[in-house]
């Protein structure tokens, strides 16, 4: 665990934009440059890739799932409001006799 921790702390993380297409918002995206990656550690690359094509698999899974959570959230909170109008009066009963 210590030379991974070395190696990692010997990368030096960078700021970039992507293009256009593929990030419309322009917003900065951080990472590692693979060249100097790969002479700190090269094991550390092929782990990294690994990672990272397993995150943006969850990505596109999240994004696919997204519509249908909300949908199924607003199926649930019309179902509780009806639950909620049908629901009958509570009954008050006089148990001094």
């Known amino acids: 665990m210590d030379k991974a921790s070395e190696a990692i702390l ?6 970039f934009h992507n293009k256009q297409e593929l990030n419309p918002k322009g917003i900065p995206q951080f990472g590692l440059v693979a060249e100097e990656v790969a002479k700190v550690n090269p094991e550390l690359l092929n782990e990294f890739l690994k990672e990272h094509g397993t995150v943006q698999e ?7 799932l997204t519509p249908t959570v909300k949908d199924q959230a607003a199926q649930i ?3 509780s409001a009806q639950i909620e109008v049908t629901k009958p009066a509570p009954q008050v009963v ?3 006799q």
Do not use: D, G, R, S
């Open 10 to 15: 010997a990368l030096k993380p960078v700021t």
């Open 94 to 96: 006089n148990n001094n």
């Open 77 to 79: 909170q019309k179902v």
């Open 58 to 64: 969850l990505k596109k899974e999240i994004a696919a």
